[in-house]
């Protein structure tokens, strides 16, 4: 790995761990709540990466990239699903939707200057946050598992985008939620390989 590598990784480590600080001071074990601002902030890069990365294609008028396009549309849709379960979920507040505005905003503003700039360093960036969300989904199955919180029905939208079954429950939910964030952990790395 070259210096620059190195230096790249390292920056994009230190603003996961920042944000990761922000996201324990205001919701901590609250996984419900915590999931609903993380989601909504989490459908940004697959959107802002795959709008630029299909701008460049139009201004270059070349094919290269199309299968990361929609893999990164992809994303963006899928983590936007997220958020629809988890606000079935959790119900957030006032305060709460307010959060998400404001977070939101202030991170797509953030990301695309991160995409343009530091293309690496934001994919890199985004797959820590993916191993950070699947930290974070085990730690709330635990708390499923050990009835620290309750394991509900699974909201209706959730049954039918993962063809669960009538029964199935928030930790079966939260099973299928965290494996779609390793993918895209997955899929960040393999992109930031790419730069």
């Not at 977070?103 to 191993?131: G, L, P, S």
């Not at 699947?134 to 063809?163: C, F, H, W």
């Not at 965290?178 to 992109?191: I, S, V, Y």
Request: aromatic share 14%; hydrophobic share 45%.
């Amino acid at each position: 790995m070259t210096f620059r590598e190195k230096l790249s990784d390292k920056a994009a480590m230190s603003m996961t761990k920042f944000f990761r600080f922000f996201a324990d001071v205001f919701f901590a074990k609250r996984y419900g709540h915590r999931a609903v601002v993380l989601e909504t902030i989490a459908g940004v890069p697959g959107m802002v990466g795959g709008m630029l990365l299909h701008m460049r294609s139009l201004r270059k008028m070349e094919r290269g990239n199309g299968h990361m396009i929609q893999e990164l549309l992809d994303e963006a849709v899928n983590e936007r699903k997220h958020l629809m379960f988890f606000i079935e979920v959790a119900q957030p507040n006032w305060f709460e939707r307010g959060l998400i505005v404001a977070a939101q905003a202030i991170f797509f503003v953030f990301y695309t200057f991160m995409y343009i700039c530091f293309t690496r360093t934001a994919h890199k960036m985004i797959a820590y946050f993916e191993e950070e969300a699947v930290r974070s989904y085990t730690n709330y199955l635990d708390m499923i598992q050990n009835k620290q919180i309750a394991n509900t029905p699974a909201p209706q939208i959730a049954k039918e985008y993962y063809g669960l079954t009538d029964d199935a429950r928030l930790a079966d939910m939260v099973i299928c939620v965290r494996a779609d964030e390793a993918k895209h952990a997955e899929a960040n790395h393999r992109f930031a390989d790419k730069y």
